[in-house]
């Protein structure tokens, strides 16, 4: 069973940076093949993309957050990573990884959690003004 398990959330001030990242276990499937992706929701809204990278590291991200969040992965060590810079108090939320054996013909289906089968149990961040 493929297992994810992220780590890095926690709280910071408006302006700052927090690192997550997404350690993938068990699968049966070449990690690196895998198309990954990072989400979020935050209480009472929907869950929504953040940004998606395939197995040759094209990225999608969210509008939201373009030129702040960079998405990369380490196929050696089978970890997603999401850099968040110049963070905002509209970024909290709780923030999951997903995984899914095939990628979506579509950038911005990087975004659509529909297409990822494999999640994580999600980790916080909270962004104070």
């Known amino acids: 069973q493929v297992q994810l398990v992220e780590s890095g959330g926690g709280s910071v001030q408006a302006g700052g940076s927090l690192r997550l990242s997404c350690v993938v276990s068990?699968?049966?499937?070449?990690?690196?093949?895998?198309?990954m992706g990072w989400f979020r929701q935050a209480p009472e809204k929907e869950r929504e993309g953040v940004a998606g990278?395939?197995?040759?590291?094209?990225?999608s991200y969210a509008d939201s957050v373009k030129g702040r969040f960079t998405i990369s992965r380490d196929n050696a060590k089978n970890t997603l990573y999401l850099q968040m810079n110049s963070l905002k108090p509209e970024d909290s939320a709780m923030y999951y990884c997903?995984?899914?054996?095939?990628?979506?013909?579509?950038?911005?289906?990087?975004?659509?959690?529909?297409?990822?089968?494999?999640w994580g149990q999600g980790t916080q961040v909270t962004v104070s003004s």
């Open positions: 068990g699968y049966t499937y070449t990690y690196s093949r895998y198309c």
């Open positions: 997903a995984a899914d054996t095939r990628t979506p013909g579509y950038y911005s289906d990087y975004l659509d959690h529909k297409n990822f089968y494999y």
């Open positions: 990278i395939d197995s040759v590291g094209s990225a």
